[in-house]
């Protein structure tokens, strides 16, 4: 894996933004996968955040939430003024962002969608999301994530 970019990974090192990536091995199907990439790479799971593609009223929009948590569907819908969310189908998910499912990154995605991130990323030195692919997960500021993605911060997560 060492040596392969992803779109995420190119993007970052285009714009001259500090990061590190992370290999890991977990099974794809493995329930609680979060979880386990947080084991895997042996930092609190509370650093370690989930790409979630939705729709809101229709709109394709990405949820990064803590692998912690679930996400608020509502809250989400409220953050960027829709009346409702749902998870979008995988096959609408992967064809929008370029990614398979297990490593949708926030970053570098085929068709730059609009992004709302956990509020709790800005109380933390350094967040983890994919790097576009299942193994791989960068490690970076969530204030160069907002930056990156023109990403809304709210509390998403349900408690």
Do not use: C
Not at 82 to 88: D, E, N
Not at 113 to 126: F, G, I, K, N, R
């Amino acid at each position: 894996m060492a040596g392969q970019g992803t779109p995420a990974t190119a993007l970052l090192v285009k714009r001259g933004i500090a990061h590190r990536t992370h290999p890991y091995r977990v099974a794809p199907d493995a329930p609680n996968y979060g979880a386990l990439v947080a084991v895997a790479l042996g930092v609190p799971p509370e650093r370690v955040f989930k790409s979630l593609v939705t729709a809101v009223d229709g709109a394709l929009t990405v949820a990064v939430v803590p692998v912690t948590g679930e996400l608020d569907l509502k809250a989400l819908a409220a953050a960027v003024g829709g009346k409702r969310a749902v998870l979008a189908d995988r096959a609408v998910a992967e064809r929008a962002t370029g990614y398979v499912r297990g490593g949708i990154s926030p970053l570098g995605q085929r068709r730059r969608l609009p992004t709302v991130l956990d509020e709790s990323a800005l109380d933390l030195p350094t967040i983890y999301v994919s790097a576009g692919r299942r193994g791989l997960q960068l490690e970076l500021a969530a204030a160069d994530l907002v930056a990156l993605t023109d990403a809304r911060t709210a509390p998403l997560q349900t408690h």
